[in-house]
């Protein structure tokens, strides 16, 4: 029984990985293009994300500096700290919005990670990136919560429209890959199928 449970995890995940291919198509593309703007501009990518999701952050930075699939000089990228330690630091919820104060300027772009979009401490990194000018990714799931409502015209909302956090969380991770291939595929051109 446990064994039709767990192929129905695959079968629902790659469901919603067809259903949603071509609407987040044009977002990542243009996810791609921001993050291309800022770091040939001399601008750096600063992620976060809360739980799991600064989980997810912490990778994409990894994959910037580090190189996704191809080698290539690195990105200016960072992850901006959400842990227990930072957080308690700043006890009025500002932990992240501190940090992008700090660290963004403008031109620079904040990744923020989220599956539905409502922590208080990413909408408070929204407003702080705003004010320095930064572009906004934010890559939610559901509908996105007050972080996507803070989002202005010239930031990028990739959102993926499912309830599960599971499978919201699976999409977000390619995602991920999608962005930084798309990155490479600009800085590098097309790589020959392998």
């Keep these: ?3 039709l449970r767990i192929q129905q995890h695959f079968i629902d995940s790659a469901d919603l ?23 040939t501009g001399g601008g750096k990518v600063l992620t976060a994300g809360q739980g799991p999701s600064a989980a997810l952050a912490q990778y994409l930075a990894s994959l910037l500096v580090g190189g996704f699939e191809r080698e290539r000089p690195g990105l200016a990228a960072m992850a901006l700290s959400a842990d227990v330690l930072t957080a308690t630091s700043w006890p009025d919820g500002h932990a992240l919005a501190r ?17 539905d979009g409502t922590e208080s401490v990413l909408t408070e990194a929204v407003k702080a990136a705003h004010e320095r000018e930064m572009v906004v990714l934010g890559v939610t799931g559901q509908h996105g919560g007050a972080l ?11 959102c993926v429209p499912h309830e599960r956090v599971a499978r919201i969380r699976e999409v977000q991770h390619l995602v991920l890959h999608c962005l930084c291939d798309g990155i490479d595929t600009q800085l590098l051109g097309e790589q020959e199928s392998v």
């Design 17 to 39: 990985h067809y259903q949603v291919a071509e609407g987040l198509a044009k977002p990542v593309e243009a996810a791609v293009q921001a993050v291309l703007a800022c770091v």
């Design 1 to 3: 029984m446990l064994d």
């Design 99 to 115: 940090q992008v104060r700090a660290l963004g300027h403008t031109g620079d772009v904040l990744v923020l990670i989220s599956a």
């Design 148 to 158: 996507a409502r803070q989002l202005r015209e010239t930031d990028v909302h990739v």
